[in-house]
Nanobody, 115 residues
Framework: QVQLVESGGGLVQPGGSLRLSCAASGRIFSINAMGWYRQAPGKQRELVAEITSGGSTNYVDSVKGRFTISRDNTKNTVYLQMNSLKLEDTAAYYC?????????WGQGTQVTVSS
């Protein structure tokens, strides 16, 4: 099993920044890639960004140039740096890990962009 614990959400004004963190523990050697999903009220959950074990990254078009996903293997932690936040970035953000046999989810952290 893999446990994922997110932190770093909160309330920010448009144009502001936040950094989300996701700390992984347990059978982390089984993880192939990690990423961040988000789900806004009334909308489907969407993949925001992902990073492979080799460091390759992928982003949804709406966050390209504003969000950066990174990982610190020494801390078993994945980060999502979010800059130039927009009202439409408001959502619950979930950390995900894709393993060789299972997928894992964090509990979610709320990001609210509001003036």
């Amino acid at each position: 099993q893999v446990q994922l614990v997110e932190s770093g959400g909160g309330l920010v004004q448009p144009g502001g920044s936040l950094r989300l963190s996701c700390a992984a523990s347990g059978r982390i050697f089984s993880i192939n890639a990690m990423g961040w999903y988000r789900q806004a009220p009334g909308k489907q959950r969407e993949l925001v960004a992902e990073i492979t074990s080799g460091g390759s990254t992928n982003y949804v078009d709406s966050v390209k140039g504003r969000f950066t996903i990174s990982r610190d293997n020494t801390k078993n932690t994945v980060y999502l740096q979010m800059n130039s936040l927009k009202l439409e970035d408001t959502a619950a953000y979930y950390c995900a890990a894709w393993g060789s046999a299972n997928n894992y989810w964090g509990q979610g952290t709320q990001v609210t962009v509001s003036s």
